[in-house]
């Protein structure tokens, strides 16, 4: 295992709350990322980052923040969730020298 | 900036071959691939880093045409594990960012 979480595993909120996906890593790697899984659109990214308080914005990144204090932890931030940001959220870690991710189990968002 | 894969879908019975394609609009620097199974992670299969450059895995194999921005992956006599949503990923030009395709859902049936 590649030793990664995320919590919470499943979270149903309400439109207009903010929500916070938090990803916690114990393999030191420097670079962590956000996707989101939606059917039809496979995996997009929505922030990385390359360091302590180090990110960038992926593709998909409007209605979402970011923030990593610590290299173990990278937080995704729904500052105020919307239906569309329903979606199952992964996180993954990387290698870049090899190019492997290990991800994380998913979070299941769902905003009603 | 999303790669484009095909077929989007594809049924196989066991034993049988597939191909599935990869192409990127963007110069594609790394193509890697992975596997995910229904209510599961993705799992990486494999990356190709230089153009013309293929690799093996067990009997799933890739190549890369960096010229002509394309992968494809190869799965042979297919078995029953193989059933499962493939992607392929691209890295950006830093190597720091990892753009997926749309997926492309393989199932095997006996």
């Known amino acids: 295992d590649a030793g990664i979480t995320q919590s919470p595993r499943h979270k149903v909120t309400e439109t207009g709350t903010p929500v916070t996906l938090r990803c916690h890593q114990t393999?030191?790697?420097?670079?962590m990322y956000w996707y989101r899984q939606d059917p039809g659109h496979g995996l997009r990214l929505i922030h990385y980052?390359?360091?302590?308080?180090?990110?960038d914005k992926g593709e998909v990144s409007d209605g979402y923040s970011v923030s990593r204090s610590k290299t173990e932890d990278f937080l995704l931030t729904l500052e105020s969730a919307t239906s569309s940001q329903t979606s199952v959220y992964f996180c993954?870690?990387?290698?870049?020298?090899?190019?492997?991710?290990?991800f994380g189990e998913g979070s299941r968002l769902t905003v009603l | 900036q999303q790669p484009v894969q095909s077929p989007q879908a594809v049924i196989l019975r066991e034993g049988e071959d597939a191909v599935i394609n990869c192409s990127s609009s963007?110069?594609?620097?790394?193509v890697h691939w992975y596997r995910q199974k229904h209510g599961e992670a993705p799992v990486f299969l494999m990356i190709l880093l230089k153009g013309g450059e293929q690799k093996g895995h067990e009997k799933i194999s890739a190549s890369f045409n960096e010229k002509k921005q394309q992968s494809s992956l190869y799965l042979t006599a297919s078995q029953l594990s193989y059933s499962g949503t493939y992607f392929c990923g691209t890295g950006g030009p830093t190597g720091n960012q990892f753009y997926f395709g749309t997926g492309t859902s393989l199932t095997v049936i006996p």
């Open positions: 963007k110069a594609l620097y790394s």
């Open positions: 393999e030191n790697h420097r670079y």
């Open positions: 993954a870690i990387g290698r870049v020298e090899t190019g492997e991710l290990f």
């Open positions: 980052s390359y360091g302590v308080k180090d990110t």
